[in-house]
């Protein structure tokens, strides 16, 4: 048991200290709030039902983002992924998105996936801004590298940020990073990001209630069923 120990302290590294994502509101184009906020390890159990569907939808590669978005939240609960955060966003409770990144390094980030349930609503967009808010405003790093899974995620990212190509491989593999610096953040912020704070605070209360995810039959028909966003 004891060598057990040793070895669990070296593969479970420690994570550095971040500071935490204030958490803001969104009125979406259907005047629904949305309450983006983050969460943290023991919420992971709750999302991963919410993934799990997207496993079976070729459609926009969602079988690829859900599948390695679920093993990065999976490894991160079980303390195998370090430096990671988890935005996620709510309407009426409802999860209805989740992104994911972590630190690289003090000055460089890694965005890691973004996942809509909710489509046509630009809540995908939101909430991929939300963690560009994060890395670059709170946690004060200087770029966060970037690639994409899809095509929508391409023109979502990279044209619509006007991001700047980077040699090399994104931790991700697949198509090489593009980089978000900090100007090219603040240029594009006033387009970009929205929400305001502080969240009502009956807002709050019901999303830090209870996550609500729907069933797996319904985010199916969330995701197959709403037209695609148009950038």
């Known amino acids: 048991m004891r060598i057990d120990m040793e070895l669990e302290a070296y593969l479970r590294p420690p994570d550095a200290p971040m ?22 390890r023991e919420d992971v ?20 983002v859900g599948a390695r978005l679920y093993a990065e939240l999976l490894a991160w609960q079980r303390y195998r992924y370090r430096d990671v955060f988890c935005i996620i966003g709510q309407v009426d409770g409802l999860l209805v998105g989740i992104v994911n990144s972590r ?3 003090p000055q460089v980030g890694i965005s890691l996936h973004t996942l809509a349930i909710e489509r046509g609503l630009r809540v ?30 391409f023109r979502r990212w990279m044209i619509e940020y006007g991001l700047e190509l980077r040699e090399g491989q994104h931790e991700l593999g697949g ?39 729907a069933s797996e039959q319904d985010i199916i028909e969330k995701i197959l069923g709403a037209r695609r966003e148009i950038p």
């Open 19 to 40: 500071p935490l994502y204030p958490a803001k509101v969104i009125t979406l184009v259907t005047g629904g709030k949305m309450v983006v906020r983050q969460v943290f």
């Open 45 to 64: 159990p709750k999302l991963l039902p919410a993934v799990r569907p997207t496993l079976d939808i070729p459609r926009d590669y969602y079988d690829v």
């Open 103 to 105: 630190m690289y390094s």
């Open 124 to 153: 995908g967009a939101h909430l991929f801004a939300a963690k560009m808010e994060h890395h670059i405003e709170y946690l004060g790093q200087d770029e966060v590298l970037i690639t994409a899974e899809s095509p929508i995620g």
């Open 175 to 213: 198509a090489a990073p593009y980089g978000l610096t900090r100007e090219m953040y603040f240029d594009a912020k006033h387009r970009l990001v929205a929400g305001q704070r502080p969240v009502p605070p009956d807002l709050m209360e019901v999303a830090e209630r209870e996550i609500i995810v």
